[in-house]
């Protein structure tokens, strides 16, 4: 099998077959000519299918080193899809450290329509295992955690699900394919937000799952036609184009991140740095071996109140103070503030989310000059 820096240039796609063009035309129409009824060159309708959506699929299966891919419109509808496999009454084990978003579908829309969900600290299996129930059929997880970066044991969850007979599903948004392959370690489903690193230029909204099961493909695709929430054929050429410098992007943001979260962990004015490459981590030993190597996402507290933090926030200039993450620019965000509001405060301070926690998503600047512009807004602490 080829390297993930191969596949990132060449997966999925080949030259247009009619003009030999090397990046896959945009096929910006809804319909296709058919010879006769029920009589067509593969495309009917592009919510069901499109040449510029297919190849883009083929890409991520085989970045994931999945058999099947199905790109959305966002990543929210993706994570939509998957709890579509259900039916009231159902239940979920999710993780309690979630996006906000994720957390506000489970619990304001999807309890709605019947189902029920327990959340808990996926890094501890036995609380997993407390959690499942005969009517269990999903198992929820990120790995690392957004915001508070927390991994979970995939394989080990992986065969409790399977022993249960529930799905297993992984949002792999941080870590992306690069630096974790959720679906060789025993998941079921990854989950991307497309719109972060896989994409990687901030200019595309997109979410994905990444399988290998036929079956639960064709339930899948069902879904993805029936409800119809996919992306459009330029945006689909942007991530596809995006995808091409995905592993040289990857790189830069792993070396960023690491070097980065350890200038910040010496920093007299941070309290604690979330970042699995750290060996303060506690769960190092973990990433290492499910893991080969930790991104660019990290969580940090500021040695300040609310006040301070927010001073901070304001003060920096080559940072962008922004929601979303895996940009090729560095995002810093207030996640009690902006990504997760949506998380009651109860449940935010108990899973750390305190009013002095920032979010970091290193991008691919020069690293010095990262640390100048941190160095000048911490000043204002």
């Known amino acids: 099998m080829p390297s993930i820096d191969t596949l990132a240039v060449h997966a999925g796609v080949e ?33 069901t299918d499109n040449p510029t959506r297919t190849p883009l699929q083929r890409s991520l299966a085989e970045l994931e080193g999945g058999q099947h891919a199905l790109v959305f419109a966002s990543g929210m509808s993706a994570t939509d899809a998957v709890l579509n496999l259900l039916s009231a009454g ?7 450290d979630l996006y906000g978003g994720t957390y506000r579908l489970f619990t304001q829309v999807a309890a709605r329509r019947g189902l029920e969900f327990t959340f808990v600290d996926t890094g501890d299996l036995t609380k997993v295992e407390e959690a499942m129930r005969p009517s269990t059929k999903l198992v929820w997880t990120e790995s690392p955690t957004n915001p508070m970066m927390r991994l979970c044991d995939i394989g080990a969850i992986g065969r409790l699900a399977k022993a249960s007979g529930a799905l297993m599903a992984v949002d792999n948004t941080f870590a992306t394919p690069y630096f974790q392959r959720p679906l060789a370690l025993g998941a079921d489903i990854v989950m ?21 099961d036929d079956d639960l493909m064709r339930r899948l695709k069902f879904l993805q036609n029936s409800i119809g929430a996919v992306p459009a054929p330029m945006d689909c050429f942007l991530a596809l184009r995006g995808i091409k410098t995905f592993a040289l ?24 740095v979330f970042f699995p490459g750290l060996a303060s981590h506690p769960q190092h030993d973990l990433a290492a071996r499910q893991m080969s190597g930790f991104g660019g996402m990290m969580s940090f507290l500021v040695r ?18 922004a929601e979303s993450l895996g940009g090729v620019e560095t995002l810093i965000e207030h996640p009690a503030i902006m990504t997760h509001a949506s998380v009651p405060p109860e449940v935010r301070r108990e899973i750390g989310i305190h009013d002095n926690l920032v979010r970091l998503s290193v991008g691919i600047e020069a690293p010095e000059d990262i640390e100048a ?9």
């Open 90 to 96: 159902d239940h979920v084990v999710a993780g309690d």
């Open 304 to 321: 300040s109140d609310l006040a301070g933090t927010l001073r901070f926030l304001s003060s920096v200039r080559l940072c962008a103070l």
């Open 15 to 47: 030259p247009d077959p009619l003009t030999g063009a090397v990046m896959t035309p945009i096929y910006q129409t809804s319909t296709y000519a058919q010879t006769g009824p029920g009589e067509h060159k593969g495309y009917e309708y592009s919510r």
């Open 373 to 381: 512009d941190l160095e000048h807004a911490l000043g204002t602490v």
């Open 192 to 212: 991307h937000s497309m719109t972060k690193f896989l994409n990687g230029h901030s200019d595309v909204v997109m979410g994905c799952l990444a399988l290998r």
């Open 249 to 272: 992007r990857m790189q830069r943001h792993g070396e960023n991140g690491l070097r980065i979260a350890s200038w910040l962990e010496a920093h007299p004015k941070i309290v604690k």
